[in-house]
């Protein structure tokens, strides 16, 4: 466990926890949350683990505690050292495998934090990632585990109804969208084709991997639909 920007001892009260094997939607909300409450003035760390924890920024401006491992199950044992350390009052947990790692350490660790899980992905798909094996592990920790959590979040309403269908009853799954800019800087230099141009007609723009997920088939028939309302393409 080695720390970035070292802080003192009780300086705290919010950890969160997130593995970076590349720069997504999920990393990318917690770095815009995490700036957002450390300019609200409250006392914020990341714990970061996974293949590219370099992909952290440099200008978070809070402790950075680098777990040094690769995969969750190598990241437990600094986890529970972080949090004896630095006794969180809240964790804040993204991704299936890393919720159950902070609610089962939280546990086991005795210092009592309330931990938020949040999910990004519905269950069929960490299934298909992770294999049958893994994924009936990981579910019947989840049963045990995630009915301890001080929050449960989905990041859409479909993610939160798959949830509630998957977990005990008592378990409460709230929807909170993923953070956006709330407003967009004007461009600095001339459009970089001529379609966006001022007088053009509309573009629609897509920006994600190509994975299923994100569902782009789904944006090319509403492109297509409103396209031969609007304009009346194709004939």
Known sequence: MRE???????????????????????ELSIFRIIRGLKKKGMRVGLAVYGA?????PDDLGVPVIRLEALRTVQAAVPFYRALRRY??????????????????ISLVSGRH???IAVEHSLMARVKALCGYLHYSLLQGLMLFLYPRAGAIV?????????????????????TLYNPVLSTIPAPQSPSPHSWLEDGQPPVVMG???????????????AFAEAAQKRLGWPP
């Open 4 to 26: 970035d920007n070292p802080t003192p001892r009780d300086s705290i009260d919010t950890l969160f926890l997130l593995c970076v094997n590349n720069l997504g939607g999920a």
């Open 207 to 221: 920006v994600g991997r190509l994975s299923e997920e994100k569902n782009f088939s789904l944006l090319i028939q």
């Open 52 to 56: 590219q924890p370099e992909l952290v």
């Open 113 to 115: 934090a309330k931990v």
């Open 154 to 174: 989905a990041v859409s309403k479909s993610l939160a109804v798959d949830l509630r269908e998957r977990l005990p009853s008592p378990c409460r799954v709230e």
């Open 87 to 104: 006794a969180p009052r809240v964790i804040v947990s993204s991704l299936t495998d890393t919720n159950v790692m902070a609610l089962f």
